[in-house]
């Protein structure tokens, strides 16, 4: 009787349970729902939908909380990336150096730009790019390095700067999974993410750490000069109205999502905070477990954990069709390495190559990461992955 009585309760526990997602953005902005509709509604009425008030505001206000000389927002991250490559000069048929572990947008504009994507393999522990390989790829024909921020944690940026200062190549990082993020030097000084190398290029897509409510970017630099292009470039090549200077796209940011992310800048930091609390119980619960491999911290950064991802000895599709019987939703970052991408074949690659990123995109799963989750989800979460190991 108390048995089942007990069992009852807690099944009923469970079915009261919120449900877990990957990225719960609604409570999120349930949290500052009146803020957030009020500033949309600002906007609205105002009718300074492009280049609004909100837009400068936003610029001004992510440029102090990062200590960024200057920011210029623009309309999602592949654009700030692509914009970043065009303001540098790159020409066709140079070489530009990313890791073959990441999303497929860094390579992407490399590609479309005419330039030519020279990848390079990722540390197994925190599948951050590995500046031996970098060393190692470099030509005569090599231009710029673009280290992925991957997941939430910092690339080695003082190595990196180190070989592009040697071998004179620009930087570009890639900050659109860690923003918020802090590097410290070897000399104690410490910078955020993006704001390293000659430019940053970040990300507002909603499921990024500083997500708005659709697509926005934006691109960082310490550099005056570098600005002025970048911000030419993003508007049509143009810096007076109607006299085009040079090629260049039309990215913006709409005032509206300019609007929304004022209002989540200031709880950014707690944001992080929320998550790495989630990573770290995570973290707890698996560290006796030795099938599950945690996701290592890199020296000299912290972590902002924009995914937590565990890297599995054993069946993963398994374990992920076990965690979604328990209606636990996770998945796979990433489940092919940009060189086995139909898109991206090149003569130069072939299977094997790469070995730690081919062997990454066999093992690595990712378990719902976001900054609502409670303990009562957290608890839930780790005892159904542990339980696969005893069914
Ligand atoms: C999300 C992401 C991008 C692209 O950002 P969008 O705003 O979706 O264009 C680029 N690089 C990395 C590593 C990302 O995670």
Same mark, same amino acid.
């Given at each position: 009787m108390v048995i089942q009585a007990l069992l009852y309760l807690a099944t009923l526990k469970y079915l009261l349970m919120k449900k877990i997602q990957m990225v719960d953005l609604i409570s999120q902005y349930n949290h500052i729902k009146e803020d957030v509709d009020q500033a949309v509604l600002d906007v609205i009425r105002s009718s +300074?939908?492009? &280049? @609004?008030p909100e837009v400068k505001s936003f610029q001004k206000e992510l440029e102090e909380y990062l200590n960024a000389k200057h920011v210029i927002p623009c309309a999602n991250g592949t654009d700030a990336l692509q914009i970043a490559m065009m303001a540098l000069g790159l020409k066709p048929g140079d070489e530009v150096i990313t890791a073959t !572990?990441?999303? $497929?947008a860094t390579a992407e504009v490399i590609a479309l730009l005419g330039l030519k994507p020279v990848l390079v393999d990722v540390h197994p522990d925190t599948f951050q790019i590995e500046p031996e390989k970098i060393r190692g790829a470099i030509t005569a024909k090599t231009k710029a390095i673009v280290p992925v921020h991957l997941f939430g944690q910092c690339a080695p940026m003082e190595e990196i700067m180190e070989i592009a200062k040697a071998h004179g190549l620009y930087v570009i990082e890639d900050t659109a999974q860690a923003i918020g993020a802090e590097y410290t030097f070897g000399n104690g000084k410490k910078a955020k993410a993006g704001?390293? @190398?000659?430019i940053g290029a970040t990300s507002f !897509?909603?499921?990024? &750490?500083? @997500?708005? !409510?659709g697509d926005g970017g934006a691109i960082f630099t310490q550099s005056d000069e570098l600005a002025q292009k970048l911000r030419m470039i993003a508007n049509h090549g143009q810096s007076v109205r109607y006299y085009h200077d040079e090629v260049g796209v039309n990215s913006r940011l709409d005032s509206i999502q300019a609007a929304i992310l004022r209002q989540k800048l200031p709880h950014l930091d707690q944001y992080n905070a929320r998550r790495r609390r989630a990573a770290e119980f995570y973290n707890t619960s698996f560290a006796h477990e030795p099938r599950l491999k945690t996701p290592a911290l890199a020296e000299n950064s912290t972590h902002v954990f924009h995914q937590y991802t565990l890297q599995l000895e054993g069946d993963r599709q398994a374990m992920i069709d076990h965690l979604a019987s328990k209606n636990i939703p996770a998945m796979i970052y990433?489940? $092919? +390495?940009l060189h086995m991408q139909k898109a991206y074949r090149d003569e130069r690659y072939k299977e094997g190559d790469f070995p730690v990123t081919e062997q990454l995109v066999n093992t690595v799963f990712s378990l719902p990461m976001h900054t609502e989750l409670n303990d009562e989800q957290l608890v839930y979460i780790t005892q159904s992955v542990l339980e696969f190991f005893n069914s």
């Open positions: +300074a939908y492009i &280049n @609004g !572990f990441t999303y $497929v704001t390293i @190398g000659d !897509f909603p499921s990024k &750490n500083l @997500g708005c !409510f990433y489940p $092919v +390495a």
